[in-house]
Each structure stands twice: as C-alpha cells, then as structure tokens.
C-alpha cells in the first residue's frame, strides 16, 4: 500500500513556484492532485549539496520539516576550538523544500555561526542555478541562472547588505553582461546598456520621473528652509526695533527726570 501524506501549505508554495517555472515535469511524481506526497518515490540518493560523504568524521543530523512525510532537513556539524572551547557548531544546512526527496538548497557556516555561501536549484531541475556569498554574515554577492540554461546571467553586489550594482547578460552572443544597474540607498538610480556587445555602456538610461519629483521635493524643502530664514530675520529685525525703542524711551526716561 502506499502512504500519502499531505503537504504542508509552505511547501506548496515553494512546489508551485517549481511548477511555474515552465518544466511540467517538476514535482510530478512527488504530488498528486489535492497536495498530497508519496514519499515511496524518493529517491535513494538526495543529491546532497553538503558533500558530507567526503568528510567521515562529521557528524550528521536529519530532520522532518513542516509537512514532510520524512527527514528533509540535513544538518552537518564540525568540532571547532581548542580543548577548552570545543563545541560543536553547523557547518552546513541543506532542505529538499518541494518534498521530492532531492535537496535543493544548502547553506554553509562559519565557526561564528555566521553564513558564509549559499546555493539553491530553485526550478528543482536537478541543476544549481543560484549562488550567494556572504560577508560577517550578510548577503555580499548573489549569481543566478534566471533562465536555467548552464550560464550565470545575473549578477547582484551588495555592501552592507544593501544592494549596489548589478550586471546582466540579455543579448549579447558572447554570454557577458551587457546590462549594468547602479543603485543609491537601494534604489535604481541608471541603466547602462551595451547596445553593440563590446563590452562598454552605449547608452545610460535613468528614472526620469523619479529624477523630475525627487527634484521637485528639493526645491520645496529649499524654499521651506528660504522661509524659514525669512521669517527668522524679520523676527530678529523686529525685536531689534522693539529694543531700539525701549532704549529710546529710557533715554527720554532719564532726561525728563
Ligand atoms: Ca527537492
Ligand atoms: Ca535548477
Ligand atoms: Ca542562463
């Protein structure tokens, strides 16, 4: 007989974003109509981004995630520190989020516990297709395959966490970017587009609209601040002529006396 267990509504999600991703193969075996798993058709090897196998000595855990009919969560430790520190910390964490018995995304640790890389088969055909680097723990750099052909063709920098530059391949035969995003404070700021694929910015294109209100709110904030100083000189003005007044008047005080 075979078992069938519900899936869980956080892996539909991730399993109808594998479906939409244009394989009608994806999850096939794995779900039947009404979110259901036969987890019998797992396979015997998980594909396992960890390479855990290669390193004997690690110690290796395996958990049931929301919804899973069995372990889909893979956790590998390594001892870390001297004698009297020693502790055991994650070295690498890898989840099959469609439940069709393959992992497809890992994340690997430092000794600080702090993530250090990261690769995912987010169309869950079998091939990574995103990459991401971590600096002290934060997202520094991220490449993915948007279009699940082999090739890298999007490029992500980020400092501080905050996304800075990117560079994409569209066009161009020879598969290098041609397509360069800048960004300030985490918004689009100009597009540089290499229309003739040799390698440099033909032409950059920018937010215009977004360039015409940002510089309609400096001017208001300019004439805010002009108003402000106006108002400030007049009320300074005046209280001088109210002491040049009262000054007079002791004035007059004094000589009638
Ligand atoms: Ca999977
Ligand atoms: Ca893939
Ligand atoms: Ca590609």
Redesign the pocket.
């Known amino acids: 007989m075979t078992l069938r267990w519900t899936v869980g509504l956080a892996w539909v999600g991730t399993i109808l974003l594998a479906a939409s991703c244009g394989d009608s193969s994806i999850g096939k075996a794995v779900v039947a109509p009404g979110g259901t798993v036969d987890p019998s058709t797992w396979p015997a090897d998980d594909k396992s981004i960890c390479k855990y196998k290669e390193t004997p000595d690690l110690e290796v855990s395996e958990s049931v995630g929301p919804g899973a009919p069995k372990p889909n969560v893979r956790r590998v430790y390594k001892l870390v520190g001297d004698r009297e520190s020693r502790r055991k910390v994650v070295s690498c964490r890898e989840i099959d989020t469609n439940l069709d018995g393959i992992k497809d995304v890992a994340r690997m640790f430092n000794d600080r516990g702090e993530a250090t890389h990261e690769e995912a ?9 995103t990459w991401a680097d971590f600096e002290n723990g934060r997202l520094s750099k991220s490449e993915t395959d948007t279009n ?1 052909d082999g090739t890298v063709d999007v490029w992500k920098f980020y400092v501080e966490g905050e996304l800075v530059r990117v560079r994409r391949h569209t066009h161009c035969p020879n598969g290098k970017e041609d397509v360069w995003e800048i960004y300030v404070k985490g918004r689009l700021d100009r597009i540089g587009n290499d229309l003739d694929c040799d390698g440099h910015v033909d032409r950059w294109d920018r937010d215009t609209e977004r360039l015409r209100k940002e510089e309609h709110e400096r001017r208001l904030q300019i004439e805010v601040v002009d108003a402000g100083a106006k108002a400030k000189d007049a009320s300074t003005s005046d209280a001088r002529a109210e002491d040049a007044s009262a000054a007079d008047s002791s004035a007059a005080e004094v000589v009638v006396q």
């Open positions: 088969d987010t169309n869950y055909d079998g091939r990574i297709d699940y």
